[in-house]
């Protein structure tokens, strides 16, 4: 089982929100961890969104619109990233990440579609 | 602005050696670690470690142990990475990456990339 598991597409309309889960392999407890997102888009390296590990232990990227935001769901052991109102322009892949047992762990990516 | 310029396409053979370059500028470059991550076409992202340019202190992913090497040249605010018997499956997409570490790794991540250098393996 993958250490971090994303959903590979998710379609949401303009103006709507999205909700990108990164659900952590049982036995690794979501709360302990600093979860990591980026937004790839095609022929573009990376771009780093935010981290979040609590509320009191969060950081937006430089630059990044305050309607990406971080947030987790202990009981689904996940971290989610939301996107509020949705535009056209968020249309890309994204990215989970992790620290774990001395090394960078990511998610397989979710493919997000705006229509 | 804080920059990361890579070096260009490679086409290596396989069992070849490749070493791929990251110039930074913008930024105190012994602040930083740099990171190292690539992407087969189509496929996810793939870290391959990190160094500190200070130290010159490298973490492997165990993965890569063996083969990968990263380096650098302070004089010239220059990383590297060397990836050696190179196959096929190596045909990705390298990037570098500014990171930010904190004590004990209490958190970790790249807030600056480079554009990537292509690095093709074929006979």
């Known amino acids: 089982q993958a250490v971090l598991t994303q959903p590979s597409s998710l379609s949401a309309s303009p103006g709507a929100s999205a909700s990108l889960t990164c659900t952590l392999r049982s036995g690794i407890n979501v709360g302990t961890y600093m979860i990591y997102w980026y937004q790839q888009k095609p022929g573009s390296p990376p771009q780093f969104l935010l981290r979040?590990?609590?509320?009191?232990?969060?950081?937006?990227g430089s630059g990044v619109p305050s309607r990406f935001s971080g947030s987790k769901d202990a009981s689904a052991n996940a971290g989610i990233l939301l996107i509020s109102g949705l535009q056209s322009e968020d249309e890309a892949d994204y990215y989970c990440?992790?620290?774990?047992?001395?090394?960078?762990?990511f998610g397989g990516g979710t493919k997000l579609t705006v229509l | 602005q804080v920059q990361l310029v890579q070096s260009g396409a490679e086409v290596k053979k396989p069992g070849a050696s490749v070493k791929v370059s990251c110039k930074a500028s913008?930024?105190?470059?012994?602040?930083?670690?740099i990171s190292w991550v690539r992407q087969a076409t189509g496929q996810g992202l793939e870290w391959m470690g990190w160094?500190?340019?200070?130290?010159?202190?490298?973490g492997y992913a165990q993965k890569f142990q063996g083969r990968v090497t990263m380096t650098r040249d302070t004089s010239i605010s220059t990383a590297y990475m060397e990836l050696s018997s190179l196959r096929s499956e190596d045909t990705a997409v390298y990037y570098c990456?500014?990171?930010?570490?904190?004590?004990?790794?209490?958190?970790?991540?790249?807030?600056?990339w480079g554009k990537g250098t292509t690095v093709t393996v074929s006979s």
């Open positions: 990440m992790i620290w774990h047992s001395s090394a960078v762990v």
């Open positions: 979040y590990k609590s509320d009191s232990d969060k950081q937006q």
């Open positions: 913008g930024y105190t470059f012994t602040s930083y670690d």
């Open positions: 990456a500014r990171t930010l570490r904190g004590t004990e790794f209490r958190y970790y991540y790249m807030d600056v």
């Open positions: 160094m500190n340019p200070n130290s010159g202190n490298t």
